[in-house]
DNA sequence: CTGAAAGCGCTTACAG
DNA sequence: CTGAAAGCGCTTACAG
């Protein structure tokens, strides 16, 4: 739409036709284009009466800044890239909108895009966002590898979740899944079960490996020797879990409690349970990892080990906000910690297993 | 960055620094930058020759366009907003990947913002989405009035779900949530059940009356009086199905089936169910609505209503592609269906309720 | 403190 | 068929 020249002074009347632009409002109050420009970013002092006069024409006008035009001109499209993996993740979900509403305070916008745990997707989401013009990016685990990772910071500021990671211009959030397994394991054989099988995540993820590490870290430290037999392959979605049990109980290795690497397997491990008529807790204590808020209401509701997905996304946004000011975020994440529910109770001696 | 006037030809080298611009793929192939942006939008027939020069430049640069520009410059983002009311609904979060992954397919982003039930909030996403030029809008379902609907559609086409409105460049997808209940109620009632109780969704929400008008309407066609003392008011979330399920069987009005307006209600109806010790399906039958993933792998798994909700996204998105080529969409979303799984079965003559 | 001007990277009438 | 130019709505050196 070229040839439009404001030769004759657009109609600077609220309800014009087509949003109002800053020319207008720098019209409306008698100053140059520069000066309006300068009073939104607070990029120079202007006098007290130009100032008074723009904000004025800005609320009468109700003009709010494109940010398109913004991000071509000056860098900045408060906007910032967020890579989940899959945008309907009940566990990330709710991380995506600690991200949206500290992002908000703060007046940016989050971008969702989905990886799909393929680093060439991911690497394809970023490029996107870049050529979308984010003032930075977020990561949420994924598959990317580090070195890329710190490739991307060099041009953009990035955070990025469940990694330990230190570079310029990137900051790392890390929950301690080692911890949070170690403590669910000795939850169990506090409760005094002896055989504890355990379903682990898929291998190529790092929360998984580590989780895995903190079970038999609990285990050892409850003096209770490690049974390969004793752990299952799952996949972190239910039917996994479910599989996952039905083979466990399929060897007849016996065992009395029953601690899955994440709530979602946790639950097809229960629905496993019932279909053999074994009673949770009674025959089986189950545990969970991430407390879904589902989790809360399964049948019996899932003792688990809280996750703080609703922070991971606030502080990591907190954190993209710090890194776009140029300052240096110095967040941490809350510690992992037990939420037992009724899904674990100590084994019954007389337990259908034992 | 202003002053870097193209006088000196840029690097055109590949990994030249700063992205490559469309500047430079016309000096690199030879043309004019009108003709690459002709090629690129297939605006204009332009000789085979230069055609030619130009896709093998783009090629060799790896160019990609930056959207921003073309967005301030033509109008066109390639990117659609979608307002959907909290970024981590287990039933929505389904239908975001659909519109994700159909608009991907033609080239397009989502944008998604959050309006969380609340028509200002709402409004103010779509201030926000205009304002970063997007192309189209697809709202999901949401609070705003049909009204101001039709007005945003006056400039710009729109996508909204859970509504029967026919507007000039609006399109709505509507699932029969009337016949769905109806369904669910008729399933209940030919297994057997004569006192089927409901818990009602949020009656702000059209699907909750819709939902309320099926179950009585189903009711009816079995001959089953309307019983008011038998449907509490839930609020869609499990918390309130549990509660409300509390608040019947305080009632000690007696029910053999327990229908919710959604599973999130079912599932806490079920807990509730377990606390007094009445058991699913024996001693209740219970059904959901919406067929959530989750719901296949609850204790006892729920028999509920399939709510095609990856559809909802994927059509809404292609009936958006549709009106942004200036076709006229033609979508209808699949009729509901029962699912039956194993939270009901007919009642049992000695039941603890009946 | 403030304005005029150039520029961001595209698109699209306008003229050949 | 194709180029030069103006324009999209801002920002930011450059000069007062």
Redesign the interface.
């Known amino acids: 739409?070229p040839r439009r020249r404001t030769a004759s002074p657009p109609v600077s009347a609220p309800s014009g036709d087509g949003?109002v632009t800053l020319q207008m409002v720098a019209q409306a109050a008698g100053v140059s284009a520069s000066t309006v420009s300068r009073i939104l970013n607070g990029t120079a002092v202007v006098s007290q009466g130009k100032k008074q006069a723009v904000d004025e024409a800005i609320a009468l006008l109700g003009f709010?800044?494109?940010?398109?035009?913004r991000?071509?001109a000056g860098?900045r499209?408060l906007?910032v890239g967020v890579v989940t993996q899959?945008?309907?993740?009940?566990f990330y979900?709710?991380a995506?909108?600690g991200i949206?509403d500290e992002l908000d305070r703060a007046g940016y916008?989050?971008?969702?895009?989905?990886g799909h745990w393929n680093a060439s997707e991911e690497a394809r989401c970023i490029?996107?966002l870049?050529?979308?013009?984010v003032d930075g990016i977020i990561v949420l685990t994924g598959r990317l590898s580090d070195a890329a990772l710190k490739h991307t910071a060099r041009s953009l500021p990035v955070v990025a979740t469940g990694r330990k990671l230190r570079a310029p211009n990137l900051y790392s959030l890390d929950f301690d899944n080692f911890e949070g397994a170690r403590l669910a394991t000795e939850h169990l054989a506090s409760l005094g079960h002896q055989r504890i099988a355990f379903i682990a995540g898929n291998s190529e993820h790092p929360d998984a490996n580590e989780r895995l590490r903190g079970y038999r870290a609990g285990l050892e430290a409850a003096c209770i020797p490690f049974d390969p037999e004793l752990v299952g392959a799952g996949l972190f979605h239910?039917?996994s879990g479910?599989l996952a049990t039905e083979r466990l109980l399929d060897t007849r290795r016996r065992f009395t409690a029953l601690f899955a690497a994440n709530d979602q397997m946790a639950?097809?491990a229960?629905?496993a349970l019932?279909r053999r008529s074994l009673r949770v807790p009674q025959d089986v204590s189950v545990m969970g990892f991430d407390d879904l808020?589902?989790s809360?209401?399964?049948?019996?509701?899932l003792s688990t080990i809280h996750h703080p997905a609703y922070e991971l996304g606030q502080y990591a946004a907190a954190a993209m906000l710090c890194l776009l000011r140029g300052e240096k975020p110095a967040l941490r994440l809350p510690e992992p910690r037990v939420v037992a529910r009724e899904s674990t109770a100590p084994p019954v001696a007389a337990s259908a297993r034992s």
């Open positions: 739409m949003p709010v800044p494109n940010p398109v035009a991000g071509l860098g499209t906007s899959s945008i309907d993740s009940p979900g709710v995506l909108r949206e916008s989050p971008l969702f895009v989905s490029d996107m870049r050529s979308r013009r239910e039917e479910m639950l097809g229960c629905l019932q808020s589902i809360r209401y399964s049948v019996p509701p």
